[in-house]
């Protein structure tokens, strides 16, 4: 017969070592008895991390943990040592504590950035010669490249541009199998937009464009032949350059043409092809008036401005002006006119930087300032201000008082030229569209007028 004291050593894992043989189970212990069991464990505990700590070279289960915590975390041992040592020196936990704040600094995609970093978010075109991706076509890379660039300029040329290569693309498109060209043509366009836009961020009267190329897109009728239905879009984006853009602007020419008298001085700032049409024209007409161009960098686009106004065979009288002259330009004004790059629906107008400076001081001193915009560059958003959205002008586009362009690595100079500013409504007099003449207050209510038929 078995031994009684066999029959009550239960079999399996040792006791710990906070709990000796024959100790009673805590169910059985009173409160004073546990508690005061709990502080032995504590003290055994606190006697183990000291004999474990700084020159100590035990290796139990309680120190094991730290230094496998520790090498998961990165901290790999040298070659030829001990990793339980390495992991276990104080020496090792400063190490790694000093490399993090390093390795943040340096991973950090701001760290190195000079400037305002308020500003990071604005716009700045990107030379794409090498960053094709996609099925992207020829002329999509060719009106890219001229983008990015800066050699086509201005809103009007600018879509008319894009308009003119998707229509290229379109030519060129070919239906997949199993597949219908209203549904298959604009994923196929999606990728060439991305391009575009990546090489400057889309201007509000190019997205009405595409936005009404994809709706012309997805009403076209199945059952058409591919290239009859191919023709058709391009029939419609022709109609639109004309009827949008072309005929929108004789319009305006003609409007606008009618509030200049002779003996005016008419001033105008950087350059608007309508504004610069209007001239023209008024000038054909036989009127004499006289013209100040009023510039500033980085794009100096008021220049090419004042050639096409001197030149020819009866060249209008011109001064050309820099912006810090404006205040003593504006004694003997009659009337601004500006373009536009977009206007929103609060009857802000989003122009070149500087248009706010120009038509501020000009209605100080009582002179009407006149827009010339098309509809199909109207916004229905709302813009409060230039610093939501804008546009970087790329460094190398500044001429500080020479030939030579500022180099954008110079040391301690960070170029910053945003390329449009926001001119609130209560400094504009008049928008001259192709509907006619229309206050700032009034500009939400064209698209309902025209059917919303700019979107």
């Not at 894009?162 to 229509?167: D, H, N, Q, S, V």
């Not at 090489?199 to 059952?223: C, F, H, W, Y």
């Not at 009618?258 to 001239?279: F, M, P």
């Given at each position: 017969?078995?031994?009684?004291?066999?029959?009550?050593?239960?079999?399996?894992?040792?006791?710990?070592?906070?709990?000796?043989?024959?100790?009673?189970?805590?169910?059985?212990?009173?409160?004073?008895?546990?508690?005061?069991?709990?502080?032995?464990?504590?003290?055994?505990?606190?006697?183990?991390?000291?004999?474990?700590?700084?020159?100590?070279?035990?290796?139990?289960?309680?120190?094991?943990?730290?230094?496998?915590?520790?090498?998961?975390?990165?901290?790999?041992?040298?070659?030829?040592?001990?990793?339980?040592?390495?992991?276990?020196?104080?020496?090792?936990?400063?190490?790694?504590?000093?490399?993090?704040?390093?390795?943040?600094?340096?991973?950090?995609?701001?760290?190195?950035?000079?400037?305002?970093?308020?500003?990071?978010?604005?716009?700045?075109?990107?030379?794409?010669?090498?960053?094709?991706?996609?099925?992207?076509?020829?002329?999509?890379?060719?009106?890219?490249?001229?983008?990015?660039?800066?050699?086509?300029?201005?809103?009007?040329?600018?879509?008319i541009a894009t308009l003119t290569a998707f229509k290229n693309v379109i030519q060129d498109y070919t239906t997949p199998p199993h597949n219908t060209l209203s549904r298959h043509l604009m994923t196929h366009l999606s990728p060439q937009i991305t391009h575009l836009v990546s090489a400057r961020p889309m201007s509000v009267s190019?997205?009405?464009?595409?936005?009404?190329?994809?709706?012309?897109?997805?009403?076209?009728?199945?059952?058409?032949?591919?290239?009859?239905?191919?023709?058709?879009?391009?029939?419609?984006?022709?109609?639109?350059?004309?009827?949008?853009?072309?005929?929108?602007?004789?319009?305006?020419?003609?409007?606008?043409?009618?509030?200049?008298?002779?003996?005016?001085?008419?001033?105008?700032?950087?350059?608007?092809?309508?504004?610069?049409?209007?001239?023209?024209?008024?000038?054909?007409?036989?009127?004499?008036?006289?013209?100040?161009?009023?510039?500033?960098?980085?794009?100096?686009?008021?220049?090419?401005?004042?050639?096409?106004?001197?030149?020819?065979?009866?060249?209008?009288?011109?001064?050309?002006?820099?912006?810090?002259?404006?205040?003593?330009?504006?004694?003997?004004?009659?009337?601004?006119?500006?373009?536009?790059?977009?206007?929103?629906?609060?009857?802000?107008?989003?122009?070149?930087?500087?248009?706010?400076?120009?038509?501020?001081?000009?209605?100080?001193?009582?002179?009407?300032?006149?827009?010339?915009?098309?509809?199909?560059?109207?916004?229905?958003?709302?813009?409060?201000?230039?610093?939501?959205?804008?546009?970087?002008?790329?460094?190398?586009?500044?001429?500080?008082?020479?030939?030579?362009?500022?180099?954008?690595?110079?040391?301690?100079?960070?170029?910053?030229?945003?390329?449009?500013?926001?001119?609130?409504?209560?400094?504009?007099?008049?928008?001259?569209?192709?509907?006619?003449?229309?206050?700032?207050?009034?500009?939400?209510?064209?698209?309902?007028?025209?059917?919303?038929?700019?979107?």
């Amino acid at each position: 017969m078995p031994a009684p004291e066999i029959l009550q050593q239960p079999s399996g894992p040792q006791p710990s070592a906070g709990k000796p043989v024959g100790q009673p189970s805590q169910k059985s212990m009173t409160k004073a008895e546990r508690r005061e069991l709990q502080e032995k464990q504590r003290a055994a505990k606190a006697a183990l991390k000291a004999q474990v700590g700084p020159g100590g070279g035990g290796s139990t289960g309680a120190s094991s943990k730290p230094a496998s915590s520790k090498q998961a975390k990165g901290s790999q041992p040298k070659p030829g040592g001990d990793a339980g040592s390495s992991s276990k020196h104080p020496g090792g936990a400063a190490a790694t504590s000093s490399k993090d704040p390093h390795g943040a600094i340096s991973e950090d995609p701001a760290a190195g950035k000079k400037g305002p970093r308020i500003f990071t978010h604005f716009g700045l075109p990107k030379s794409i010669g090498h960053t094709v991706k996609g099925d992207i076509h020829p002329a999509v890379v060719r009106l890219g490249l001229l983008f990015s660039e800066f050699k086509i300029c201005g809103a009007n040329a600018r879509c008319i541009a894009t308009l003119t290569a998707f229509k290229n693309v379109i030519q060129d498109y070919t239906t997949p199998p199993h597949n219908t060209l209203s549904r298959h043509l604009m994923t196929h366009l999606s990728p060439q937009i991305t391009h575009l836009v990546s090489a400057r961020p889309m201007s509000v009267s190019m997205g009405n464009a595409i936005r009404q190329l994809k709706l012309e897109i997805s009403n076209t009728d199945i059952d058409l032949v591919e290239q009859e239905a191919k023709d058709l879009l391009c029939r419609k984006i022709d109609e639109y350059i004309r009827e949008r853009i072309i005929m929108a602007d004789e319009v305006i020419q003609e409007f606008a043409g009618k509030k200049i008298k002779d003996g005016d001085v008419i001033l105008t700032y950087a350059r608007s092809s309508v504004v610069e049409k209007t001239l023209l024209r008024a000038r054909e007409e036989g009127k004499k008036f006289s013209v100040i161009v009023v510039d500033s960098r980085p794009l100096l686009e008021g220049k090419a401005l004042l050639r096409s106004l001197t030149s020819g065979s009866d060249p209008i009288p011109c001064t050309y002006a820099l912006l810090p002259a404006l205040p003593s330009l504006l004694t003997e004004v009659t009337t601004v006119f500006i373009g536009a790059h977009s206007i929103y629906s609060n009857g802000a107008v989003y122009s070149r930087a500087g248009t706010a400076l120009v038509s501020m001081m000009a209605k100080r001193r009582n002179v009407p300032v006149v827009v010339c915009c098309e509809t199909y560059k109207f916004s229905e958003g709302i813009l409060v201000d230039g610093f939501g959205k804008n546009e970087l002008a790329p460094a190398r586009t500044v001429q500080p008082h020479g030939s030579k362009p500022t180099p954008a690595s110079e040391p301690g100079l960070e170029v910053l030229n945003p390329l449009y500013d926001l001119t609130p409504p209560t400094f504009i007099t008049a928008v001259v569209t192709e509907v006619g003449l229309i206050p700032p207050s009034s500009i939400s209510s064209i698209p309902l007028a025209l059917g919303k038929a700019i979107l």
